[in-house]
């Protein structure tokens, strides 16, 4: 493995290669060791510390503090509320996180909405999760999503005890400890919906039949190479948060499938059995993009540098750019293709923007905020180069 993978492997993939390494370890002590002899070195407790963040449902793990729903707003509208909305409510692209609960639900425990049959067009996280030291955990190791691992212990508490608030289930003057946090576990209004008695939703309780997870069988010999082209992309999401092709993801790199292109047959250029059977059968406008990605080429990137996106794309990625701006839909700030055209006749375009970049702001385009973005100013000069220049992509 070069230097170079190892730099993008996330710390939990190492965990899991860890654990097994372990399992062969159990299998093959002897052969393990000698494979492994001089390799590595052991962790240190701070590494180990480093790491060792989990915080379990029975709330071992969870770092001492405290943090009230007052000092959760303040937090919330700076770091929380441009992605997640002021109410948790989210944007288009976010999972709503507070909603859809009742008091009814804090009472039992069992989210009425979740039940089959509710006319509950939408699910939020307080709906789903039975635990809340999983909403402590995720927020602490996760969020916020442009600066993971940023907030203090305290300050978890803080946020938590605001999405909490804002679900009804504590009032406005709760201060959330490690001292309290039971209490409030106990009032979670979806706490009695995990279950174990059923393989697949809707489960025995709910009166579907416990059935395995996976049931199809499994073709050996003699297969079809037919491939049915079940879902596709639709044409307005095309390309919506750039190319698909030039980008490669902390899940790895994607199969590459242009979505600068129109879905035609004519770009599979494999010549594999499925590929040649999705050509034959398929209209071409119903392809999917993910089903495309299967066979699809990479994009040439002789072609993207001409037009000058391929070199700010790694750039829109590293800042996570992405997920705010669309190329030609807005999402939680304007689309690209609306910033070049609206300081296309500025003469200090290119040196505003990138200043913009850098400082964050607001009022342009309207009342959600930008964050600053800390990006170096070469950087932020190149990417307002290109927006001055149209925002090709
Ligand atoms: C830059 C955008 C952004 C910001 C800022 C942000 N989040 Fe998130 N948040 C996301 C995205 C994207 C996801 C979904 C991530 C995923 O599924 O991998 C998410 C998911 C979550 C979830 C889990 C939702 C679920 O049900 O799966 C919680 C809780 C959450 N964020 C809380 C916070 C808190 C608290 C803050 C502020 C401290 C914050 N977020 C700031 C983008 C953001
Ligand atoms: C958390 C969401 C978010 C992220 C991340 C984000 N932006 Fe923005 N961006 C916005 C919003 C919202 C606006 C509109 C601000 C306004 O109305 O003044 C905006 C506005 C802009 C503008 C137009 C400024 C103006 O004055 O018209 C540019 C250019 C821009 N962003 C570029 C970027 C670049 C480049 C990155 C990555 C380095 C980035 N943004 C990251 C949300 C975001």
Redesign the pocket.
């Known amino acids: 493995m070069s230097r170079f993978e190892l730099r993008r492997i996330s710390p939990a993939v190492l965990a899991g290669l860890c654990m097994l390494g372990a399992g062969l370890a159990e299998a093959q002590p002897a052969a393990r060791q000698a494979a492994l002899a001089g390799v590595g070195r052991t962790a240190t407790p701070a590494e180990i510390k480093a790491w060792d963040i989990d915080v379990r449902p029975d709330f071992k793990g969870l770092p001492k503090g405290q943090g009230s729903v007052r000092q959760g707003e303040v937090l919330w509208e700076a770091q929380c509320a441009?992605?997640h909305g002021s109410f948790a409510e989210s944007s288009e692209v976010f999972t709503p996180i507070a909603g859809g609960t009742t008091t009814q639900d804090i009472q039992t425990g069992r989210v009425e909405g979740l039940m089959p049959g509710a006319n509950q067009p939408n699910r939020t996280t307080l709906m789903k999760v039975p635990t809340l030291s999983t909403l402590w955990d995720y927020i602490n190791r996760a969020m916020p999503w442009?600066a993971p691992k940023t907030l203090t212990a305290d300050e978890v508490y803080a946020v938590t005890a605001y999405i909490l608030h804002l679900g009804n289930v504590l009032p406005e003057n709760y201060t959330l400890s490690d001292a309290n946090i039971r209490e409030v576990q106990a009032r979670l209004p979806n706490r009695k919906g995990m279950t174990t008695a059923h393989a697949m939703w809707p489960g025995k309780e709910l009166g579907g039949a416990a059935k395995p997870d996976v049931q199809g069988s499994s073709c050996m010999s003699n297969c079809k190479p037919e491939v049915v082209v079940k879902s596709f992309l639709p044409d307005y999401a095309r390309n919506a948060h750039g190319n698909l092709a030039e980008q490669s993801r902390l899940v790895g790199a994607s199969r590459g499938a242009d979505t600068t292109q129109p879905p035609l047959a004519s770009n599979l250029q494999s010549n594999s059995a499925p590929a040649q059977a999705l050509r034959a059968q398929v209209a071409p406008e119903k392809i999917a993009t993910s089903v495309l990605a299967v066979t699809a080429p990479t994009a040439s990137p002789a072609k993207s540098a001409a037009t000058g996106v391929a070199a700010v794309m790694p750039l829109?990625q590293k800042?996570?750019?992405l997920?705010?701006?669309g190329m030609d839909s807005k999402l939680?700030?304007?689309s690209f293709k609306d910033?070049a055209n609206?300081y296309k006749d500025r003469p200090d375009a290119a040196a505003y923007?990138s200043g913009?970049?850098k400082a964050g702001?607001?009022?342009?385009?309207?009342s959600?905020?930008?964050?600053p973005?800390a990006?170096s100013a070469a950087e932020s000069a190149q990417?307002s180069q290109w927006?001055v220049q149209g925002a090709a992509k």
């Open positions: 441009s992605c442009n829109l800042n996570a750019c997920a705010c701006h939680v700030g304007p910033i609206k923007l913009k970049i702001g607001q009022g342009a385009w309207g959600i905020p930008m964050p973005q990006l990417i927006l």
